[in-house]
Nanobody
Framework: QVQLVESGGGLVQPGGSLGLACAAS????????MGWDRRIAGQERELVAV???????KNSDFAKGRFTLTRNGPKNTVNLQMNSLKPEDTAVYYC????????????????????WGQGTQVTVSS
């Protein structure tokens, strides 16, 4: 059974930082690309960042220079560290995995989520 469980959401002031964690199980974690996306209230879900099995990264434009995605193989976890947060970052954040063909840094544009978790709420407000 594929399971993705997010944690770490909460309330933070503008300019602050927040770290999100995703615990993964039920699949071969070491050989699949994973990512985070988010849904702002009233809008469609959008991709935040993705990471390959080898640790290669691709950030969305709004995340570049502020967000960092990392993975820990022995712990089967994927972390999203968010710095310099803005009110427009307020959203529900979801962890996900692409169980299709294995991706490399050259093919990350083909990332297509297959499973995702319940999400964790992030609110940026003073």
């Amino acid at each position: 059974q594929v399971q993705l469980v997010e944690s770490g959401g909460g309330l933070v002031q503008p300019g602050g930082s927040l770290g999100l964690a995703c615990a993964a199980s039920g699949f071969a974690f070491e050989v699949y690309s994973m990512g985070w996306d988010r849904r702002i209230a009233g809008q469609e879900r959008e991709l935040v960042a993705v990471i390959t099995k080898d640790g290669d990264l691709k950030n969305s434009d709004f995340a570049k220079g502020r967000f960092t995605l990392t993975r820990n193989g022995p712990k089967n976890t994927v972390n999203l560290q968010m710095n310099s947060l803005k009110p427009e970052d307020t959203a529900v954040y979801y962890c996900n995995v692409d169980l299709g063909p294995h991706l490399t840094v050259e093919t990350l544009a083909r990332y297509n989520r297959t499973y995702w978790g319940q999400g964790t709420q992030v609110t940026v407000s003073s």
